[in-house]
């Protein structure tokens, strides 16, 4: 039976049939030398320009600076979606400046966490060397880290956290036992905790669903309790659709939980490929430039038809 490959996720083994059923799981300095590189005059005016300039001229307020962070964060879902890495990496870069901010820290590290954790997920899908991978994970679980301890009370770092721990230990890379089982605690740890402190989360309920579909059911999984998960992830979510957030606070899903709907009706043992089908036109209709249940996915589902109805 295939395994139900961690989207995103914990638990579970990759494996190239399914490519990213995972995924269903420049900064100043930089400019400066290009400036420097390209048009020293230009640069040494803009040095001189600083350096005359009233205390404070160049100062950012508060109000701006959550702006320019707000929209480096929305670049940052826009190119998870599309599978850009290389402009995952750029935007985990552009955030740096913003990492000092006492009142916006963990949410800025959160967003440099994802931003590494969906660039390592896209990953998958291009076959990118697994070594690479694991670097991504191993720095996006240290930015998650630093976010959660910035701010304890924030659920949303614990549960990306224990998705990194769990693709590292499963997925990413060979490991000897004693490694692997020190991920699967730090795993399972930040699962317990995010669970505790709020067991509706519908990004949780996303990040459990791999977990049960690898586990048996007479332990308490399977593939049912997997697709239960997503199906109330998608209630939680979209009951809570018109109820006011800050921008910067984690809202990320509804497509998610479609696509791994669509994924489990693909993969299940009983196949629904009108469901799964369903499920995908549902995600597109939200983010229609989501590269891998358009290209990937849905291919999957029309091939399946196409063998079904023996015509492939």
Known sequence: MRRHALHNHVSGTVTASFALSLTFYLSASYICRMSRKSHPGVFLMTVAAALLAPTGTFASSPDSEREAITKIVMRIQKADYAGDRAA????????????????????????R???????????????????????????????????????????DAKIALGSCYGILAYSANKKDAAEQQALIAKSRQAITDAKAAAPDNPRLLWVLGPVYWNIPVERGGGQAKAMESYEKGLETIRSRKNSSSDALDPAWGEPELLMSLAWSNLNCTAPDLKAAEQNAQSALALVPYWRYVRDILMQQIRDAKAKQNGTS
């Open 88 to 111: 995952l990496q750029h935007l985990h870069e552009e955030l740096t400046p913003f990492m000092e901010s006492k009142e916006l820290r963990s949410r800025v590290l959160y967003w």
């Open 113 to 155: 966490g994802f931003a590494l954790w969906r660039k390592a997920i896209n990953g998958f899908n291009d076959n990118v060397d697994k070594k690479e991978l694991q670097e991504d994970l191993q720095q996006a679980a240290e930015e998650f880290e630093k976010s959660a301890s910035a701010d304890p009370a924030f659920v």
